[in-house]
């Protein structure tokens, strides 16, 4: 199982994501963003940072690299993404996401251990989870607000592509708590908090950002 | 020599923090004419000579494609002296 | 303006030039002309003014910086010494870590955001010009009081340019300091340590070898960025009431440096580079001079072939140019390609500007025109070096024979209340107002990070072989007592290593004190630099590197003298860390080290608005000693935490919260056990089966140990005094958010 993790100028998490890919059981594969070529993965992680600085708007200009290209169309086939923090970012500025993330409500940064609920665990992403189950991970951005107008977001809730919620206070502003979504296929996830960080106890507050990159393991596996 | 001009701002259904956050720091400096503040972006580009329709119609794709995000912005392109 | 070269120079010896306007001193001025047996061009006057400014030459730190030196402890470990950018040290496995703390004080009063953001930066590039991938950041803030005005105009912007170009860099913030008092207002300090990690075969030293060797400059391109802050801003304080200075400040680009980290780091992998420096304060004045002095002597640079974002400027200002995410690297011919496709795939601009020659001279052409001539040492090494007089000021002998005069709480509702304010005084709450706006997780390999003693990274994730840092200082002790306050600074530092585990392994230090040409500052800076490397020898820690800060004062007010240490240590697996504090009930806590009446210069006496008496005397034989019962106790211990600012009212606070679990605690002094700030003490806390192993080791290691209390339940109780873990938070975690937003 191969799993791509894209690097665009910037990219910051990258090497994190490819660890929580090798814990999960896959093999990580680094992908630059320059090239168009996606190494016959299984797979593709955005992972998090400030690619291009965050210039423009966050992944603008990322959206834009020769290897999105092949992820777009790749997706479009059914080839699981994910996209997380910066990534989920990359994702909306791509279409492949319906919104948009904007600046924190309070415009500070916020790195906190975050608790989400995974809504949805019917995606390759997370079907290593219960539904409904509470986990904690850091959140860590300061464009995390997802934005959407009334008709997509209820399309998302009808739809039951919110795919994570926050629990308790709102850290960001984002709609309906919204922490992540997928696609109407359901094999594009966004998510902003990030899992790569949680994956031991001594490194994050948990080890439950662990099933993301498990899920995607027995996902392949059918 | 004239340019193009392109302001961007969110669309009015979106939250907008910096706004906020202007609006409420003018009082504290001793202006109390706003009712509200939104802010946005505006970009400046210079071609050669005057611009031209054409242009101006290539502007609007690039404005709908790259300058803005459709999702939560709204642009106006124009021509300032 | 007509060019000024080196021709003309011969030719016009009369001419006169603006030297007082740029910083330079009359006799200065002479040895100019003396060192080159004519006037400078007005490039290379430039040059001088800005290297020979205190922050670049350490004109007034020398003398007494030489002790560091002299009485440097022997240490193995030690693989590159005070004098290069950031020193290193051997941790072993073959790794080498570089670390190194500096100031960026007066920027970050003119303009917070980007002053603290650029302090970043330039540290990080220190770091990196090492050879080393930068690993995680520290930033030690002081300001004015929390409810100054000044203050929220400061700190909040201070905090986010900090956050803003450290989170964007992609550097974990693993710790740091914030503190008020009242001698900051008008000269805050951001003070940033930055730590990275390389293999031994990787260190880079900034050195020009080899004639034909070629002189790159990459990164960013070169604009009007804080023309003449060094030198003029560093060395200037601020008129009291006056309308500020603002030059050009230095305007910072994350995303450009993460971009040169990562295609620098790749240059080195494929080791194409001989010699390289980053391009900090001075900008090229210093890079150019610095390599060249570093190497066989020669250089010959083009620097009409620098990239400007700024046509318009003149060689002078492209010469004192502060613009940021620039480097300068020494390339060999045969490499020069590789280098230049490196730069190509991230997009980093490079140009060849110079090369390396025989003889012993820096010579700057503009267009073909020769504007610079210099021996390159007298700029970068054989500036000015001045012994300015120094005197004990009169304060001292006062504030020492006076007492601490401070009410003393009893009986449980004045201890209850005694408690609760201290949690609540803004240099003791919880700073997560602060620390949020940080990320801790990036590199996934944090171990420990604020609110903990000290921050810990891991190194290698087969072996877990970690370090730990740590940044402490206390002015008020300086202030009582610089000599040994500074001595109490190292081993508080050193102490807070070892809770976690890790030993102490070497020091950098930020020296920030008032203004040299006031003799009592001079005193108090000498005083504190005496006790650090008499500490350092004593405790066999070697200085490996540092900053020094002068001319922090506003008029004729100096701030407090503060040096800041920061102590590095070596963990071999950090899957044993002892953490800061306990999740289990049923736990025995204890107190090593033993308490005296030490309120002068305590939290509780500043809160009272006291800042008398005599320091505590660091006795560094004992800490040492508890030092090594720490990390033999580590096997067994399920908290250690290290009792400061605050003392041990402070230091239970902390613990309670951590994980929410209370304490009951039996003291038979309240008062002055709780508020008391006697050096050298740590709250362990251990399972009860361990105890008469715990008073074996204090035996072992002859340190005071006494019985506090049992963990468990939800409040603190100290005697009768019922203090809810509700009751507390709510003071501990409500100041900063009611101060700041």
Not at chain 3, 492 to 518: K, M, Q, W, Y
Not at chain 3, 667 to 687: D, Q
Request: net charge negative; glycine share 10%.
């Amino acid at each position: 199982m191969r799993v791509g993790v894209i690097t665009f100028p910037g990219t910051l998490d990258d090497r994190d994501a490819a660890r929580a890919v090798v814990a999960g059981g896959s093999e990580a594969v680094s992908l630059w963003h320059a090239d168009a070529d996606l190494k016959s993965v299984d797979a593709v992680i955005l992972p998090g940072g400030f690619s291009y600085g965050d210039y423009l708007r966050c992944g603008a200009i990322s959206r834009f690299a020769p290897v999105m290209q092949l992820v777009i169309e790749a997706a479009g086939k059914g080839m699981p993404v994910l996209g997380i923090c910066n990534g989920f970012q990359v994702l909306c500025e791509s279409h492949l996401l319906p919104g948009a993330l904007t600046r924190n409500s309070d415009l500070h940064f916020l790195c906190r251990d975050q608790e989400i609920e995974i809504v949805n665990n019917t995606t390759p992403w997370t079907s290593s989870y219960k539904a409904g189950e509470k986990i904690v991970i850091p959140l860590k951005n300061g464009e995390g607000s997802f934005q959407c107008d009334d008709t997509t977001l209820a399309e998302l809730e009808g739809e039951g592509r919110v795919i994570a919620r926050y629990v308790g206070q709102n850290p960001n502003g984002s709609r309906n708590l919204i922490a992540g979504i997928t696609n109407a296929r359901g094999n594009v996830v966004g998510l902003m908090p990030h899992p790569e960080h949680a994956i031991d106890e001594l490194t994050g507050p948990s080890a439950q950002g662990l099933g993301f990159f498990t899920s995607i393991l027995h996902a392949m596996a059918k | 020599m004239a340019k193009i001009v392109v302001d961007v701002m969110l669309k009015p259904e979106i939250l907008d923090p910096q706004g906020n956050a202007v609006a409420s720091a003018l009082p504290r400096l001793g202006f109390s004419f706003a009712k509200s503040v939104r802010q946005g972006k505006r970009f400046e580009i210079e071609v050669e000579g005057e611009p031209t329709a054409a242009q101006l119609a290539e502007v609007e794709k690039a404005a709908e494609v790259l300058l803005s995000n459709p999702v939560i912005e709204n642009y106006v392109v124009r021509v300032e002296k | 303006m007509a060019l000024d070269t080196v021709a003309i120079a011969q030719s016009s010896p009369d001419n006169v030039q603006p030297f007082a306007e740029l910083g330079l001193k009359a006799d200065e001025y002479a040895r100019i002309k003396e060192i080159l047996g004519r006037r400078p061009t007005s490039s290379e006057l430039a040059m001088y003014s800005v290297m020979w400014s205190e922050h670049c030459s350490y004109k007034s730190s020398k003398t007494h910086l030489k002790q560091f030196g002299e009485k440097a402890p022997k240490s193995d470990a030690l693989l590159v010494g005070i004098g290069e950018n950031a020193g290193v040290v051997d941790v072993g496995q073959g790794y080498a870590v570089t670390f190194k703390i500096e100031s960026h004080n007066h920027p970050s009063f003119i303009e917070p955001y980007q002053g603290a953001a650029t302090g970043i930066g330039g540290i990080v590039r220190d770091i990196l010009t090492m050879g080393a991938r930068p690993i995680a950041v520290m930033d030690p803030l002081r300001f004015g009081p929390a409810d100054a005005p000044d203050t929220r105009r400061v700190l909040p912007g201070i905090v986010a340019g900090v956050g803003g170009y450290g989170n964007c860099l992609g550097l974990p913030n693993i710790g740091g300091e914030v503190v008020f008092d009242e001698t900051y207002i008008g000269n805050p300090l951001v003070n940033a340590l930055c730590v990275g990690v390389m293999k031994h075969s990787d260190i880079k030293l900034a050195k020009a070898a080899g004639a034909g060797n070629l002189v790159v400059l990459y990164g960013a391109k070169t604009g009007g960025d804080g023309i003449g802050g060094v030198s003029v801003l560093a060395s200037e304080t601020f008129g009291a009431g006056g309308s500020t200075k603002r030059p050009s400040v230095q305007v910072g680009d994350p995303f450009v440096e993460k971009v040169l980290i990562e295609c620098s780091l790749e240059i080195f992998a494929e080791d194409l580079v001989i010699g390289i420096q980053d391009l900090g304060g001075a900008g090229l004045s210093c890079a150019t001079s610095e390599l060249a002095s570093g190497g066989s002597g020669g250089m010959k640079v083009a620097l009409d072939k620098v990239p400007l974002r700024d046509p318009s400027l003149s060689p002078e200002e492209i010469l004192m140019s502060e613009s940021q995410e620039r480097m300068c690297a020494i390339v060999e011919p045969s490499k020069i390609a590789r280098f230049l496709e490196i730069c190509k795939k991230w997009d980093v601009t490079v140009t060849v500007i110079g090369e390396v020659t025989d003889g012993d001279r820096l010579e700057i052409t503009w267009n073909g025109e020769v504007i610079v001539n210099v021996p390159p040492r007298t700029v970068a090494h054989e500036g000015p070096v001045y012994n300015r007089p120094l005197a004990q000021p009169a304060y001292i002998d006062q504030v020492n024979s006076q007492k601490v005069n401070v009410p003393m709480p009893s009986g449980a509702f004045e201890i209850k209340a005694a408690v609760l304010k201290l949690a609540g005084a803004p240099n003791l709450a919880d700073k997560s107002w602060v620390t949020a706006q940080y990320d801790k997780y990036v590199q996934g390999n944090t171990i420990q990070a604020q609110p903990d003693d000290s921050g810990m990274v891991r190194l290698d994730e087969k072996t877990h072989l970690g370090v730990a840092i740590s940044t402490d200082a206390n002015a008020n002790w300086s202030y009582l007592n610089p000599y040994q306050g500074a001595k109490l600074a190292l081993a508080e530092a050193a102490r807070n290593i070892a809770t976690a585990g890790a030993r102490p392994l070497a020091v950098t230090n930020c020296l920030n004190f008032g203004s040299p040409e006031d003799p009592g500052v001079m005193w108090q800076f000498a005083e504190s630099v005496r006790g650090l490397a008499d500490g350092c020898l004593e405790m066999g820690l070697p200085v490996t590197g540092g900053n020094v800060s002068f001319y922090n004062q506003t008029g004729a007010v100096a701030i407090l003298p503060t040096p800041v240490i920061g102590v590095l240590g070596v963990i071999q697996d950090v899957r044993k860390r002892t953490p800061m504090s306990y999740k289990s009930s049923g736990l025995e806590l204890f107190l090593l080290g033993e308490t005296q009446e030490d309120l002068a210069g305590s939290e509780w006496a500043f809160l009272h608005g006291q800042r008398v008496g005599q320091s505590p005397d660091a006795d560094l034989a004992r800490e040492m000693r508890l030092i090594e019962l720490l990390l033999e106790g580590n096997a067994f211990f399920n908290a250690a935490h290290d009792l400061s600012q605050g003392g041990l009212s402070a230091g239970l606070t902390e613990m309670v919260l951590r994980h929410n679990v209370g304490a009951t605690i039996s003291l038979s002094n309240p008062a002055i056990e709780l508020l008391s700030e006697t050096p050298g003490r740590v709250i362990v806390a251990i399972e009860a089966s361990k105890a008469s192993q715990l008073q074996a080791l204090a035996t072992k290691y002859s340190i005071a140990i006494s019985k506090l209390g049992t963990t468990g339940g939800e409040s603190l109780t100290i005697n009768d005094a019922v203090i809810s873990l509700d009751e507390l938070r709510t003071a501990h975690t409500s100041t900063f958010p009611r101060l700041f937003g």
